[in-house]
């Protein structure tokens, strides 16, 4: 079943903060996050594995929580080259690879100078 | 080194032509998978080949879409008969084996064939 993601669409200041929320109705194995420009291919940003970690680079992290089936990406300080669209891309069972990455439906973001 | 590479990057089809799309993975890359993604959406999951072995057809819509890897390499996504229904984007990554615990591991997503049937 497809992760629900949240909000749709969100629109920034450069320099301000965003939290995109992935969830999913069913167990899951990991969460991946991707960014898409335009015409563009999905970029890889982070991939959590069940265990509740949390992971970051730059300015940008995660957290997944496993018993709530939910991921949550955090931007802070946002650049204008933050804008795209944000897929969180969800592995369930017990891994393996079968079915590959169930994708969420995305969320726009725009930031403006 | 070079990403992942497709081909052709647009194809229109008349409803009813056969179209085979072509897939030139990152070198090593052993985990190939295939995704279809429909304007505003994410990208849909259609078949994964480790090596030239397709463990997971599920995502394919039909009997009319048929996948293939037969070196291990490059990847062909077939599709017969077009259909309206069947424009999209095809996009296809790459990803080295599956890691330590089985988990699907970084998708390299080559930049995708835009596939229109008229």
């Known amino acids: 079943q497809q992760p629900v993601q949240s909000p749709q669409a969100v629109i920034l200041r450069e320099g301000e903060d965003a939290v995109i929320n992935c969830s999913s109705s069913k167990a899951l194995y990991s969460v991946h996050w991707y960014r898409q420009k335009h015409g563009e291919a999905p970029v890889f940003l982070m991939i959590l594995l069940k265990g509740g970690e949390q992971k970051g680079h730059d300015k940008i992290s995660a957290s997944f929580n496993e018993k709530k089936q939910q991921s949550s990406l955090y931007l802070t300080a946002s650049q204008l080259s933050y804008s795209g669209t944000y897929f969180c891309g969800t592995e369930g069972g017990s891994g393996g690879g079968a079915d590959g990455l169930t994708f969420g439906k995305g969320t726009h973001l725009i930031i403006q100078p | ?118």
């Open chain 2, 1 to 118: 080194g070079a990403g992942v590479s497709q081909s052709p990057r647009y194809k229109v089809a008349k409803r009813g032509q056969d179209v085979a799309l072509r897939c030139d993975p990152i070198s090593g890359h052993v985990s190939l998978f295939w995704y279809q993604q429909a304007l505003g959406q994410g990208p849909e999951f259609l078949t994964y080949f480790q090596n030239e072995a397709q463990l997971d057809k599920s995502g394919l819509p039909s009997d009319r879409f048929f996948a293939e890897r037969p070196e291990g390499s490059v990847s062909t996504l077939k599709i017969q008969r077009t259909q309206q229904e069947d424009s999209a984007v095809y996009l296809c990554a790459s990803s080295l084996k599956l890691g330590v615990q089985g988990a699907i591991r970084e998708q390299y997503f080559g930049p995708g064939t835009r596939l229109t049937v008229t």
